[in-house]
């Protein structure tokens, strides 16, 4: 059984609709949150598409020290293990993309390869629906094991990271080439912890 705020999340997340539209699953139905004195609305978080990659590509480029490159992204549309999702809202009237988060799922091993929410709209708990709905998706999908990396300064991925129950299993030398790596991992092998 998952513990403490995964289960929460999850919970949260299967309260809402979780969805399977003509392109793949589709999560929408959040309540609006406010983030930096800024409210989003509207919130949907659906399968990456070429219309997104302008607006997935202004918050990667910003978010990055080496951040990926437009090709990269656009490769990942089309590689069948990746799963690229973008989370839309609604902020000042105008529909934008407020976060993406990039997974491959490969025989029950799911890894999170890249997570950016847009600067000017964190601490309003956008990562957390993100990574929320991604592990939900995965479970679905009979994932096994998740990880991923972050670099060692980032405190703020690591700190979400852990209230989902990741733990660090190592550290990759210099992974980012100026910058260890935590490798972290959770195991989803007991199911969820959701209400029936
Ligand atoms: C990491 C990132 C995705 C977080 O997005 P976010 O929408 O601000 O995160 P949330 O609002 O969902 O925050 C979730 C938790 O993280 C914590 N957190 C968020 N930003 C933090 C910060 N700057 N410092 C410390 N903790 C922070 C909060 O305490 C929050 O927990 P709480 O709800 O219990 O208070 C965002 O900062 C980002 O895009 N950073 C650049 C890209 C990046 O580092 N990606 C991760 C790569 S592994």
Known sequence: MISGNL???????????????????????????????????????????????????????????KCWPRDLMARELMNPVSYPFVMHGTVDDKKQVVGYIVIWIVHGDAHILDLAVAPALR??????????????????????VVSLEVRRSNEAAIKIYRSFGFNQVYVRDKYYGDEDAIVMSLALTEGLNEEK
């Open 123 to 144: 601490g309003g708990g956008l990562a957390k629906r993100l990574i929320s709905f991604a592990l939900r998706f995965m479970v679905e999908r009979g994932t096994v």
């Open 7 to 65: 289960s929460t999340e999850l919970t949260l997340s299967k309260a809402l609709a979780f969805c399977y539209g003509v392109s793949g699953p589709t999560y929408k139905g959040f309540l609006p949150l406010h983030a930096n004195n800024k409210k989003v609305t509207d919130i949907i978080i659906e399968p990456m598409s070429e219309d997104d990659l302008d607006g997935v590509m202004e918050i990667e480029e910003v978010s990055f020290p």
